[in-house]
């Protein structure tokens, strides 16, 4: 097991006197930039990724790439503007050993990868990463010819024995848990001897603009993938054997990480524009613009990126998550602050997250005086006064983020670990006082 970054110091949220007046500039995708850098190592050719997201999540990622040979320098992209990865696909080597922290993508889409090098790949990371399900990916793998030693826990830590080749096939498979199952089995197939057919048997299947991703991704490196929502069977993905090309790409801002800022405007009845928003995207955080609006909000997405306007009025919301699960900690949050009650519906794998997200944000919410309770699969939010108080963070990123949400407007919020921030935003307490002091409202 390896020692994950614990920094349990406890940082004053800043509350806000006034209104935010921002413009803030947010990284890169965590979920592109980690689907690019296992295309990338898997094509034919080297390829271009530009403003790649740094973080920790990210910066694993390329890691364990290069542990098992792939070549990924830092550069400026072709046209000369910008930070650029440039990634050279090589042979897969092991043995290797993997440090997946606990990035959901790392640990699911790896494995599949691993199964084409040419020795053992050993997976190993923080410990929740041993409690968050792999089986799906595990038995899947098995069912397509891998050999994987796992001491039968279906879950980290554990050996790829790499045979330098999968012969792929069909399998099924059930990802109600994790939708990154389906990602991950999809992502490497091309370089399966005979691709991959996945069928997902589960009763629901969370996160599928996460699935959209992976299919847009692969078509636009040149891969041929059948699936549902194009005419496609229901519950079937079909990928074809092929090469994938190189490309020139630049990743999205991460609008799942822009959520606390567009919810800063809303809980100050402030202004906040996220520069280069994409007009098309199939990131879930784009959902923000129709939730956000709901609760009281307004926007407007133009060629220059998003403006969020707040009313200061919040209101409560009924609403299914289950396609946008990684909003929910930051939708909690602006809930708590409401003029009616919440109920967030459609997420129970979120207790098989970077934490248990519901107990956690029930425990920490109801601590500061809110009025929540957990449901089989969300939350019910109550809005009562709040007070100060710490809000612990689990080691969960989006638990921080939320808790600094609540900190705006209500005094004397500790956020305990808001280093854990690093995990898909490192820079996120800087960010966070900038927007602030630029409009002149960090309070008390
Ligand atoms: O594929 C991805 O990049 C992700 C898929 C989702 O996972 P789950 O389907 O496990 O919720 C999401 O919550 C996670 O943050 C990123
Ligand atoms: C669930 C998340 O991450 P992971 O990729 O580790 O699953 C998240 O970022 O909200």
């Given at each position: 097991?390896?020692?994950s970054a614990?920094?349990p110091a406890?940082?004053?949220?800043p509350?806000a006197s006034?209104?935010v007046?921002?413009?803030?500039?947010?990284?890169?995708?965590?979920?592109?930039t980690?689907?690019?850098?296992v295309?990338?190592a898997?094509?034919?050719e080297?390829g271009?990724?530009?403003?790649?997201?740094?973080?920790?999540?990210t910066?694993l990622?390329a890691?364990?790439?290069r542990?098992?040979g792939?070549?990924?320098?830092e550069?400026?992209?072709p046209?000369?503007?910008?930070?650029?990865?440039?990634?050279?696909?090589a042979?897969?080597?092991?043995?290797?050993?993997v440090?997946v922290?606990?990035a959901?993508?790392v640990m699911?889409f790896?494995?599949?990868v691993?199964?084409?090098?040419?020795?053992p790949i050993?997976f190993d990371?923080?410990?929740r990463?041993?409690?968050?399900?792999l089986?799906?990916?595990?038995d899947?793998l098995?069912?397509?010819?891998?050999?994987i030693?796992?001491?039968?826990?279906?879950?980290?830590?554990l050996?790829v024995?790499?045979?330098?080749?999968?012969d792929?096939?069909p399998?099924?498979i059930?990802?109600?848990?994790?939708?990154?199952?389906v990602?991950?089995?999809?992502?490497?197939?091309?370089?399966?001897?005979?691709g991959?057919?996945?069928?997902h048997?589960?009763?629901?299947?969370?996160s599928?603009?996460?699935i959209?991703m992976?299919?847009d991704m692969?078509?636009s490196?040149g891969?041929?993938v059948d699936?549902?929502e194009?005419?496609g069977?229901?519950n079937v993905?079909?990928v074809?054997?092929?090469?994938?090309?190189?490309?020139?790409l630049?990743v999205e801002?991460?609008?799942?990480?822009?959520q606390?800022?567009?919810a800063?405007?809303?809980?100050?009845?402030?202004r906040?524009?996220?520069?280069d928003?994409?007009?098309?995207?199939?990131?879930?955080?784009?959902?923000l613009?129709?939730i956000?609006?709901?609760?009281?909000?307004?926007c407007?997405?133009?060629e220059?990126?998003?403006?969020?306007?707040?009313?200061?009025?919040?209101?409560?919301?009924?609403?299914?998550l289950?396609?946008?699960?990684?909003?929910?900690p930051?939708i909690?949050?602006?809930?708590?602050l409401a003029?009616s009650?919440s109920?967030?519906?459609g997420v129970?794998?979120?207790?098989?997250?970077e934490t248990?997200?519901?107990a956690?944000l029930?425990?920490e919410?109801?601590e500061l005086?809110?009025?929540?309770t957990?449901t089989?699969?969300?939350?019910h939010?109550?809005?009562?006064?709040?007070?100060?108080g710490t809000f612990h963070?689990?080691?969960?990123?989006r638990m921080a983020t939320?808790?600094?949400?609540?900190?705006?407007?209500?005094?004397g919020?500790?956020i305990?670990?808001?280093?854990?921030?690093?995990?898909?935003?490192p820079?996120?307490?800087?960010?966070?006082t900038?927007?602030?002091a630029?409009?002149g409202?960090?309070g008390?």
């Amino acid at each position: 097991m390896t020692e994950s970054a614990v920094h349990p110091a406890l940082w004053p949220a800043p509350h806000a006197s006034g209104a935010v007046d921002a413009t803030v500039t947010v990284p890169g995708s965590k979920s592109v930039t980690n689907r690019a850098l296992v295309l990338a190592a898997l094509s034919c050719e080297p390829g271009w990724l530009r403003r790649p997201l740094r973080s920790r999540d990210t910066l694993l990622m390329a890691q364990a790439l290069r542990t098992m040979g792939v070549g990924i320098e830092e550069g400026i992209g072709p046209d000369g503007s910008g930070e650029a990865w440039r990634v050279i696909p090589a042979g897969l080597h092991g043995p290797a050993t993997v440090d997946v922290g606990n990035a959901g993508t790392v640990m699911r889409f790896l494995p599949p990868v691993a199964t084409l090098a040419d020795g053992p790949i050993r997976f190993d990371g923080d410990a929740r990463s041993y409690e968050r399900p792999l089986d799906g990916v595990i038995d899947a793998l098995r069912t397509l010819g891998a050999r994987i030693d796992d001491d039968a826990r279906g879950a980290l830590p554990l050996t790829v024995h790499g045979a330098g080749a999968l012969d792929g096939g069909p399998v099924e498979i059930d990802a109600s848990s994790s939708s990154q199952f389906v990602s991950a089995l999809l992502l490497s197939a091309p370089r399966f001897n005979q691709g991959v057919e996945v069928r997902h048997t589960g009763s629901v299947l969370p996160s599928m603009p996460h699935i959209r991703m992976t299919v847009d991704m692969l078509r636009s490196v040149g891969a041929q993938v059948d699936e549902p929502e194009t005419g496609g069977e229901p519950n079937v993905w079909r990928v074809a054997h092929s090469a994938l090309l190189g490309r020139d790409l630049t990743v999205e801002p991460d609008l799942s990480n822009a959520q606390p800022f567009l919810a800063a405007a809303l809980v100050t009845g402030g202004r906040v524009t996220v520069p280069d928003w994409p007009l098309r995207t199939t990131q879930p955080g784009d959902a923000l613009r129709e939730i956000f609006t709901e609760m009281g909000g307004s926007c407007e997405l133009t060629e220059r990126g998003l403006t969020f306007t707040g009313t200061g009025r919040i209101h409560g919301i009924d609403v299914d998550l289950g396609e946008v699960g990684e909003l929910t900690p930051g939708i909690a949050a602006v809930a708590a602050l409401a003029d009616s009650p919440s109920t967030l519906r459609g997420v129970a794998h979120l207790r098989l997250h970077e934490t248990d997200r519901l107990a956690a944000l029930t425990k920490e919410i109801n601590e500061l005086g809110g009025d929540v309770t957990e449901t089989a699969d969300g939350l019910h939010i109550r809005p009562r006064p709040l007070h100060g108080g710490t809000f612990h963070t689990y080691e969960d990123h989006r638990m921080a983020t939320a808790g600094s949400v609540i900190g705006l407007a209500v005094p004397g919020v500790e956020i305990e670990n808001v280093g854990t921030t690093a995990k898909t935003l490192p820079d996120f307490p800087q960010m966070w006082t900038a927007m602030l002091a630029s409009t002149g409202t960090a309070g008390a």
